[in-house]
């Protein structure tokens, strides 16, 4: 089993910046890919970002160039900095982690992110 717990979020004014972390314990040398989703109230979870164990990342272009993943292996642990935050960024991101080849996927509990304008 993978488990991961996220910090960071919190609430920030529009144009601010957030950096969340997510870390993995368990069986940690089975992760593949490790990214964020968010869901904002009354809709569906979208996805943010990925990094793979071999460093590539990826974003939906919605987002590229404002939110950046990074990967440290060493620490079992993924970041998203968030820049030029925006309300409509304000949701709940969740933290994911592929495993076993990718077919497991764990969860984090989530961290709230406010942004204000």
């Known amino acids: 089993q993978v488990q991961l717990e996220e910090s960071g979020g919190g609430a920030v004014q529009a144009g601010g910046s957030l950096r969340l972390s997510c870390t993995a314990s368990?069986?940690?040398?089975?992760?593949?890919?490790m990214g964020w989703y968010r869901q904002a109230p009354g809709k569906q979870r979208e996805w943010v970002a990925t990094?793979?164990?071999?460093?590539?990342?990826s974003y939906p272009g919605s987002l590229k160039g404002r939110f950046t993943i990074a990967r440290d292996n060493a620490k079992n642990t993924v970041y998203l900095q968030m820049n030029s935050l925006k309300p409509e960024d304000t949701a709940d991101y969740y933290c994911?982690?592929?495993?076993?080849?990718?077919?497991?996927?764990?969860w984090g509990q989530g961290t709230q992110v406010t942004v204000s304008s």
């Open positions: 368990g069986s940690v040398g089975s992760i593949n890919a």
């Open positions: 990094a793979t164990s071999t460093g590539r990342t």
């Open positions: 994911y982690a592929d495993w076993r080849s990718g077919v497991s996927r764990s």
